[in-house]
């Protein structure tokens, strides 16, 4: 596990790491960024195989409950990739306690192609 996630965070620019939330040995961004991480490592052979949507919160992550894979269909999540789920990504009718809240995504990675 940790040989893997230095290897795909070895992947990404100094910067995208820097404004991860982290904690162990693992990430979650922003919007933005993660769309980012997520065209990058894909780039570069690995495979993403799905999202988690997180609040980034102290001692750890707070899980929403919300994740997404490719192949995933509902009615509140109808993306066909994993960029464009987090671009999309609104919270639920009954998300009252993270509806002012900005989601984070943490990525599952599994090893590069090949």
């Given at each position: 596990?940790?040989?893997?996630?230095?290897?795909?965070?070895?992947?990404?620019?100094?910067?995208?790491?820097?404004?991860?939330?982290?904690?162990?040995?693992?990430?979650?961004?922003?919007?933005?960024?993660?769309?980012?991480?997520?065209?990058?490592?894909?780039?570069?052979?690995?495979?993403?195989?799905?999202?988690?949507?997180?609040?980034?919160?102290?001692?750890?992550?707070?899980?929403?409950?919300?994740?997404?894979?490719?192949?995933?269909?509902?009615?509140?999540n109808d993306a066909s990739t994993l960029q464009e789920f987090v671009m999309?990504?609104?919270?639920?009718?009954?998300?009252?306690?993270?509806?002012?809240?900005?989601?984070?995504?943490?990525l599952t990675v599994a090893e590069r192609d090949g």
């Amino acid at each position: 596990m940790d040989d893997q996630f230095d290897e795909f965070s070895g992947t990404l620019p100094k910067e995208l790491l820097g404004r991860a939330y982290r904690t162990t040995n693992e990430l979650a961004w922003n919007r933005e960024d993660a769309v980012e991480a997520i065209d990058r490592l894909q780039q570069a052979g690995f495979i993403v195989l799905g999202v988690e949507v997180w609040l980034p919160t102290s001692p750890g992550p707070t899980m929403t409950g919300w994740n997404w894979s490719p192949g995933d269909r509902s009615i509140e999540n109808d993306a066909s990739t994993l960029q464009e789920f987090v671009m999309k990504f609104r919270w639920g009718r009954f998300d009252d306690v993270s509806r002012d809240r900005e989601p984070w995504f943490n990525l599952t990675v599994a090893e590069r192609d090949g």
